[in-house]
């Protein structure tokens, strides 16, 4: 479906094909996807107020890319079917205080510079939250600073059993701050383009029996408070300079 300007669905909704609109896309109800799914707008709102779900077992990947509008998914996603590998874009996404994403054991992908999470997200698969603009700066904790920040309750909603749960990406360059936080699943931060702003650990950063792995251009610094505990710490990136010399760093094995 193309050229349509704004789309307003109320009531149960079926889509079955990609959906391409100029200005926003509303849907009032419950939605389920009976083929795998692309939605896009022109830089407009892309809202859900119901509940989304696959229509059967067999799971429907989703890609939604609202450009530099809002994402917001206000109804449980996945709470009856999960959808398959699903990919968000947007400048800002929210999900609200009933809009838990449930993914089985399909990925999760956000791309997005600024965030607010209001309901558990859970999966076994992989969970990435990447800036959308490469130089946003990522704020972890609610001490950190950062455009796209999750404080403390927000990374709470972040529920254990992800194979790994990366911010950042390959192409991001905004540097990233870590406040402290104790975590359920390996993580990963990344931001590995060029000239990156690097990495700083403002407070006890732990992801308990799980591993850590920092990839990066840029330098990567801890404050009097930012300690690292893990089960496994792997440090990469060309270029990059690790100073890691926190008295109360606790790394089995690097």
């Known amino acids: 479906i193309t050229g349509v300007s704004n789309l307003s ?3 149960t909704t079926a889509i079955a094909a990609n959906i ?55 109804g449980a996603v996945g709470g009856t079917n999960v959808l398959g590998a699903t990919t968000l874009t947007a400048a800002a996404f929210a999900t609200g205080a009933s809009g838990s994403i449930a993914m089985g054991a399909n990925a999760l992908t956000i791309n997005t510079d ?4 209001g309901a558990a997200i859970s999966g076994s698969s992989t969970l990435a939250i990447a800036p959308k603009t490469a130089n946003t700066t990522i704020g972890l904790g609610s001490s950190a600073s950062g455009a796209l920040n999750l404080d403390d309750a927000e990374l709470a909603f972040l529920s ?24 359920s699943d390996y993580i990963r931060l990344y931001n590995y383009g060029a000239n990156s702003g690097g ?29 690292i505990s ?14 890691l010399t926190n008295t109360s760093n606790a790394i089995t094995t690097l």
Do not use: P
């Open 9 to 11: 669905i109320s009531g």
């Open 20 to 74: 391409t609109t100029v200005g926003t896309q509303l849907y009032s109800g419950a939605v389920t996807l009976t083929a795998n799914t692309a939605l896009a707008t022109t830089d407009s709102n892309v809202t859900f107020s119901g509940t989304l779900n696959s229509n059967n077992t067999t799971a429907k990947t989703l890609s939604i890319n609202a450009g530099n509008g809002t994402l917001t998914m206000n």
């Open 114 to 117: 600024g965030i607010s999470i």
């Open 160 to 183: 254990n059993g992800f194979s790994s749960i990366t911010f950042g990406s390959s192409s991001a360059t905004g540097k990233i701050t870590a406040s402290a936080y104790t975590y």
């Open 199 to 227: 990495i700083e650990f403002i407070g006890a950063f732990n992801t308990g029996s799980d591993n850590l792995t920092l990839y990066t251009t840029g330098t990567v610094t801890q404050g009097a408070s930012g300690s």
């Open 230 to 243: 893990a089960a496994g710490l792997e440090l990469l990136g060309t270029g990059a300079t690790y100073t």
